[in-house]
T-cell receptor
Framework: KAGVTQTPRYLIKTRGQQVTLSCSPI?????VSWYQQTPGQGLQFLFEYFSETQRNKGNFPGRFSGRQFSNSRSEMNVSTLELGDSALYLCASRYTGANVLTFGAGSRLTVL | DQQVKQNSPSLSVQEGRISILNCDYT??????FLWYKKYPAEGPTFLISISSIKDKNEDGRFTVFLNKSAKHLSLHIVPSQPGDSAVYFCAASVGTASKLTFGTGTRLQVTL
């Protein structure tokens, strides 16, 4: 059974650019969550999607957005990149009603 | 506002000994708690969980203890093995299938 797949794994952008990250959840998982991991901050919740609807949102500026498609795949977008956006972005999926998240390996974004 | 705190950024334990990782939380509404383990270049993987109706849960070498009055949980690993060297995150949620709030992680190093 394939796990959570995130692409790209690594990317480098410059300030002011925008970036789109992709996540394919485990087959049958309809809930997809996104987290940002930075040194010393742990995993910060960005948002969660379920059946193409954003169900929950963390305390991030509007530059961070996401969406989910009918096949449960999800994308997140960060516009007008800032140096502080350099982080590991983790996607996770779960079965409906479950508490346990299964994470992908993450997309490491470096903003120069 | 860090609702889940792991006050020890790192811990070093000898192989065969007990590792004890601690986690404190401030939100009394949290009723489900999880531990995740993360190796470099991989996403976090689920380890063990506990619901607030219990005070202990065991799974092989891993035991999680919950002290609701102190808002404290701990993960015990006995015996510790070199392969346990990783970053450990505790996480909490309110109810089922809601967002997980993570701590900042504790890096465990198991030495020979």
């Amino acid at each position: 059974k394939a796990g959570v797949t995130q692409t790209p794994r690594y990317l480098i952008k410059t300030r002011g650019q925008q970036v789109t990250l992709s996540c394919s959840p485990i087959s049958g998982h309809r809930s997809v969550s996104w987290y940002q991991q930075t040194p010393g901050q742990g995993l910060q919740f960005l948002f969660e999607y379920f059946s193409e609807t954003q169900r929950n949102k963390g305390n991030f500026p509007g530059r961070f957005s996401g969406r989910q498609f009918s096949n449960s795949r999800s994308e997140m977008n960060v516009s007008t990149l800032e140096l502080g956006d350099s982080a590991l972005y983790l996607c996770a999926s779960r079965y409906t009603g479950a508490n346990v998240l299964t994470f992908g390996a993450g997309s490491r974004l470096t903003v120069l | 506002d860090q609702q889940v705190k792991q006050n020890s950024p790192s811990l070093s334990v000898q192989e065969g000994r007990i590792s004890i990782l601690n986690c404190d939380y401030t939100n009394s509404m949290f009723d489900y708690f999880l531990w995740y383990k993360k190796y470099p270049a991989e996403g976090p993987t689920f380890l063990i969980s506990i619901s607030s109706i219990k005070d202990k849960n065991e799974d092989g070498r891993f035991t999680v203890f919950l002290n609701k009055s102190a808002k404290h949980l701990s993960l015990h690993i006995v015996p510790s093995q070199p392969g346990d060297s990783a970053v450990y995150f505790c996480a909490a949620s309110v109810g089922t299938a809601s967002k997980l709030t993570f701590g900042t992680g504790t890096r465990l190093q198991v030495t020979l």
